[in-house]
């Protein structure tokens, strides 16, 4: 497979159209948000080299490693998908993106910059336009370690207090998964003991947790969402491995149901995803758990179904998208409620003027009736309305977020053809994509 993500310009775009049901055998890649995670831990190390193993060739590898360039980090991205760091002393305590580029990582890096320069000025994050995504959990948790914050519109201006960066604990208002990776990173580096309670508890965070653990970081996590932290002065590994990407597995897997296959997902794992798997046996897909990954497959006429995304172990919100466009293609209403992110069903707008058969995508602001949520009252377009089955006609569409981007591929694949542009998204997220669905037998052609 050839790996196309930083081939990707303004001007690429995908051309799928219906052909037939996906078959065959794919390998999932490493998780997105988990390796920049990990990369970011490695800068808690004063000395030596940290290899990562299972990295994914996507873009947001490298718009992290230019993140690192900026500090002075030493690192080797290798073709067989591993990533030396040698996280010596930064050269500078500043970093920012250059022109339209972005992730959510530039925030994790205070921690170990703080910890080094006792100042910090930080881009703020940019990533998927899918809510407000604000990062005020960040900031307040950083100030309970001592930081005083200073906004404006780009940066942060951070900078610490005589003391430094000292434990403290700090109840998360919302399981942010972000803020919990963040104040743990931070944790590490303030002296004594810290508590986050509230945490995230997804999959990604889990490893993060291992990989401090072992580290050599006192680090506990109890029932309760709380996580215990003793700060040290050193980490010490030499290699992690980051575990398959949960979003990727699911991505596949729904574009494999709605389009009436049969694919074996290599290295797939059932504990990321059994929530998902669950919903899925519901429906009646068909779905077989083996050692070395799971298999997926349309068995008979699959059932509708009503889904609320929620913090893990609930449904996650990666999944809808693609979801959603397997929920197209299944006679009945089916139903999502959107209750992490306030505005993450743009890509169905996009998608409503190409259906061609009297049928829509329905979204409102509106819970649905006995499920009142965060966002209740508020008027965010947070709950879809799924009248299958819908048939795609032949268009365009420019993606508009990276999870969106795979579930316009899908839908493209059950249209009389589609142009996908914009694919930069896409591919800050995903491992090669359409090379994996056309490796599946999928009617669909990348124009670098
Ligand atoms: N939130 C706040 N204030 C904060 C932080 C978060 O109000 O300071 C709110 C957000 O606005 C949102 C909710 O809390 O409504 C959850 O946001 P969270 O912080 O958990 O999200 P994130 O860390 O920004 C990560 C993933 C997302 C994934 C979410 C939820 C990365 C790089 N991104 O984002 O992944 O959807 O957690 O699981 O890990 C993707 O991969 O496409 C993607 C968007």
Known sequence: MINTFDKITDQSYALAKKGDPLFGAVSISGAKNMVTKIMTACLLAKKGKLIIKNVPFISEVLITLRLFDQLGVKYKLNVDKTLEIEPQSFRSSKVKFEGEEGNRISLLLAGPVLAQF???????????????????????????????????????????????????????????VGATENLLITAVSAQGESIIN????????????????????????????????????????????????????????AAALATKGDVFLKNAKQDLIVTLLGLLEKMGAGIEIKENGIRIFYKQALKPISVTT???????????????????????????????????????????????????????????????????????????????????????????????????????????????????????????????????????????
């Open 198 to 253: 509230n945490c995230a508890v997804e999959p990604e965070i889990i490893e993060l947790v291992k990989f401090l653990q072992r580290a050599g970081v006192e680090i506990t996590l109890n029932g309760d969402r709380s996580i215990k932290v003793r700060g040290a002065e050193n980490i010490n590994l030499s290699e992690f491995t980051v575990i398959p990407d949960r979003i990727e597995t699911v991505s596949l897997a």
């Open 310 to 448: 929620e913090v893990y172990p609930g449904l996650a919100t990666d999944f809808q998208q693609s979801l959603a466009i397997l929920f197209s293609q299944v006679q009945g209403l089916s139903h999502i409620h959107e209750t992490i992110f306030e505005k993450r069903f743009g890509y169905l707008e996009v998608l409503n003027p190409l259906i061609k058969n009297n049928k829509k995508f329905t979204i409102s602001g509106q819970c649905p009736k006995g499920q009142e949520c965060r966002f209740s009252g508020q008027g965010h377009q947070h709950f879809a309305e799924i009248n299958g089955p819908i048939e795609f006609g032949a268009g365009e569409v420019a993606i508009c977020d990276l999870r969106a981007g795979f579930a316009l591929l899908t839908a493209g694949l059950l249209s009389d053809g589609l142009k996908i542009s914009n694919l930069k998204l896409l591919f800050r997220g995903y491992e090669d994509p359409v090379a994996k669905l056309k490796s599946l037998g999928a009617d669909i052609e990348l124009k670098i």
């Open 118 to 176: 006792g100042e910090a000025t930080i881009a703020k994050p940019k990533g998927c336009k899918i809510g407000l995504r604000k990062i005020d959990f960040h900031v307040q948790g950083l100030e309970k370690f001592g930081t005083q914050i200073k906004e404006t519109d780009e940066f942060l201006f951070m900078k610490l207090g005589a003391q430094g960066l000292k434990g403290t604990q700090f109840r998360l208002p919302f399981p942010s």
